[in-house]
């Protein structure tokens, strides 16, 4: 795996998590990764799958998803997520995204 802009910049080390996103279209399921001050990393189940920077401002529309109880399995996530790009189409960014997001599940970060 290609080293890509957010290793170099250590946004890498934020965990991904997986959250409801309250948009004026409604709540949609995101995998989120708070990199810094500014910026939030969203991937949204909307459309083709392509990764989305917005405001941290936005961390006010996010909201935890749970699953019998407990924080949703970033692994599950990222299986549906595939499988709906399949259908819907992926860009480079959002396939990265889904690897990191796969590779935190498996370092237990």
């Known amino acids: 795996m290609e080293v890509g802009w957010y290793d170099e910049q250590g946004a890498g080390m934020a965990s991904i998590e997986l959250k409801h996103y309250a948009t004026e279209h409604g709540v949609k399921t995101a995998l989120v990764r708070i990199s810094g001050p500014k910026w939030i990393h969203i991937l949204i189940m909307e459309g083709p799958l392509h990764l989305r920077k917005v405001p941290a401002t936005d961390t ?4 935890d998803v749970t ?7 970033i692994n599950r996530a990222v299986k549906t997520f595939r499988h709906y790009g399949r259908s819907h189409g ?7 995204f889904l690897r990191q997001a796969k590779k935190q599940e498996k370092t237990g970060e």
Do not use: C, D, I, V
Request: aromatic share 16%; no cysteine; net charge positive.
């Open 60 to 63: 006010q529309f996010l909201s």
């Open 90 to 96: 992926t860009t480079t960014g959002a396939k990265m």
């Open 67 to 73: 699953f019998k109880g407990r924080p949703y399995p």
